[in-house]
């Protein structure tokens, strides 16, 4: 029954910013939330997690440019993405950590000139 929903990819200019979200529903296992993204060919890695009281963690390659926030009632969880690389191009998806449950579809990030 859980459903994670992710949304606000795209096409964009290196340097330029995007914002993901996800939506929650039903029964997520664990206390934190996380964002991970695959490339093609490439295995999936984890990019940002964070706590229900938010406190956070990033990526080495990631931070300063990626923030992950989240609302716990309704349960939503968002990537604020600046200062985007082409290498940050990737399929996106938010689910549990460490622990994940089903994933979602995911949202393309295409970070192009």
């Known amino acids: 029954q859980v459903q994670l929903v992710e949304s606000g990819g795209g096409l964009v200019q290196p340097g330029g910013s995007l914002r993901l979200s996800c939506t929650v529903s039903?029964?997520?296992?664990?206390?934190?939330m996380a964002w991970y993204r695959q490339a093609p060919g490439k295995q999936r890695e984890l990019v940002a997690r964070?706590?229900?009281?938010?406190?956070?963690k990033y990526l080495d390659s990631v931070k300063g440019r990626f923030t992950i926030s989240r609302d716990n009632v309704p349960g939503a969880v968002y990537l604020q993405m600046d200062s985007l690389k082409p290498e940050d191009t990737a399929v996106y998806y938010c689910?549990?950590?460490?622990?994940?449950?089903?994933w979602g579809q995911g949202t393309q990030v295409t970070v192009s000139s």
């Open positions: 964070i706590t229900t009281d938010r406190s956070t």
């Open positions: 039903g029964t997520i296992f664990g206390i934190y």
């Open positions: 689910n549990n950590y460490p622990n994940t449950c089903s």
